[in-house]
Every structure is written in C-alpha cells, then in structure tokens.
C-alpha cells in the first residue's frame, strides 16, 4: 500500500492510501504521521474510502490518536464510505477528529 498526497489548496492536503499488493498498513500509519509532522502548519484530511473496513477503523484510530495527543489544538479530518466506520472513529471522543461520508466535493467544500 502506498499514500498518494494531494495539495488540495494551500493549506490542505488530502492523504489517500492507495491499494497495490503489498499490504503494509503500518507503513501507512507512517507515512501519515510523518507528514502530519513535517507540514504541522497544514490541514489535513485523511481518504480512507478506498480501503476495507477493518484497514479504516485501524487507521483512522491509531492516527487519530496520535493527531489527538501530539496536535490536540488543530482539527484532522477523515473520510471514509461506511457509516460503521464513520461510527467506530467517532466512538473515540477526539473532539479534534471530524469524521465525514460523502463525494469529494460535498466533503471538502465544508473544510475549505
């Protein structure tokens, strides 16, 4: 699995992990928080559409637990296709993880 950045406009940046035959989702997890890192001055949202159900709550979890405690200040937001993933990401309490369902569009126009 590989992480496809997109610079949505100035400030945003779309993370979207990207299916291929290796499955390494803890080099995602990574990935991500690397760059959640390097560009903290950045709003990020994280596309877990594409991938499975389990794979999405995995890694909507562990980096919004790591947005929570080290970005606590700043929001970070998901967004996934299942509304049962959606459910299991808002279950956390993060009160800086948004987590919305919807087209590109829809979504991003309520960040931007």
Do not use: W
Not at 38 to 62: A, H, M, P
């Amino acid at each position: 699995m590989n992480l496809l950045i997109k610079n949505y406009e100035k400030n945003i940046y779309i993370l979207r992990p990207v299916i291929s035959n290796e499955r390494n989702i803890e080099s995602i997890i990574a990935k991500v928080k690397r760059i959640i890192l390097e560009c903290s001055e950045k709003q990020f949202v994280l596309d877990l559409r594409k991938i499975n159900f389990l794979d999405g709550i995995k890694i909507g979890t562990i980096i919004g637990t790591y947005h929570f405690l080290d970005f606590s200040g700043r929001k970070i937001y998901m967004l996934v296709s299942d509304e049962e993933v959606k459910k299991s990401i808002e279950n956390l309490s993060f009160n800086n993880i948004e987590v919305l369902s919807g087209s590109d569009e829809l979504a991003l126009a309520g960040i931007a």
